[in-house]
Every structure is written in C-alpha cells, then in structure tokens.
C-alpha cells in the first residue's frame, strides 16, 4: 500500500518485450536503496523489483498489468512517478492507494494558473460512481482531491512543489494517465450494488 506522495521520479532506460510481458529498466535517485522483491509504485501501477544494478531497478509488468494501465505505452526516456509502500509508524500524508490501478483516463484540458496547474480528465463513464467531489483519487500514483466533478469527468489542482517533482510537468492534453480511485469508496459501492 501507497499514500500517493511521490518520493522521486525515474527515467525508463530500456525496455525488453519476453512474450506477453515487458520488463522496464529505471533509473533513478532512490532506485539503489530499493530491495529484490520490494513493491514500489510506479505511475500509481504496484511492481515488484526484480533487480538492482547501481541506480537503476528492473521490474516487469504482466498482460493483466498491461490492459488495466498505460504501461504498454511506456517508451525509453519517459519519466515515471516513484514511491516506495507506506510503513506503518508513520502518517499517511496523502491517502490510501493499494497501486492497482483501475483505468486509463484523458487530459481534456490543461490551464497554467500562473501559481497552480489545473487538469481535467476524462475517464470511462463505468467508474463515474467512484468519484465525488472533494474526494481522493490517484493519478499516475499521485494522491490529489477531485473537483468540477461530472458524469466521467473530474478536474485536479496541481501545487507547483508537485509539479516540478512528479511527472505532472510532462503530461498534455490527449495524455495518458493512470487512474486509481478511493478504496473505501469501491467497497462502498461493491456493498451498495449487493
């Protein structure tokens, strides 16, 4: 489990194709503190660390992985948001992310509020009763508040610390992101629908 605060952003190196898989070589400040079979968030997508060579970590996502999130769209050079999973002695800045993401979603619009940075999404109209105003949501592993929430479409205000520090800075619209929304909302709605 994640809090969705970002610890570091990676540079994917290489990337190898082994038959309906794809593994990522990353590079980053924190990968040589990671450990072999540690979970760390990578754009809000739960890897495990295969290996570690110096500053950079590989990991490897499977084709269940690959549908659900936009890593089959990952190319060599992309900067990826990093975190490693929450402890337990310690506050949950952001809010609980499990790092399974739930679906892709689409920058529809980019505003620069000279001091903040407004993006709003476009997600599948299936997920529309996970997202409510005020509420928590994790874009590409990023832990921020939902509002202007409509049927399949919410907006995020980005500070400029968590622009300069994630992979916000890179994203236009037509981008893709990851979506994760609030776990308590989907038990919540998984026992409503019973």
Known sequence: MFTGIIESTGRIEKIEINGSNK???????????????????????????????????????????LIKSDIGLWETGNTVNLERCMQMNGRIDGHIVQGHVDATAICINLEDRHGSWKYRFRFPEAFSKLVIEKGSVAVNGISLTAFDVALNEFSVAVIPYTFTHTNMQYLAEGSTVNIEFDMIGKYIQRIMNV
């Open 23 to 65: 593994t990522f070589y990353i590079s980053s400040p924190i990968s040589g503190e990671f450990k072999i079979d540690q979970s760390v968030s990578h754009n809000g997508v739960c890897l495990t660390v295969e290996e570690i060579n110096n500053q950079v970590h590989r990991v490897t996502a499977i084709e269940e992985t």
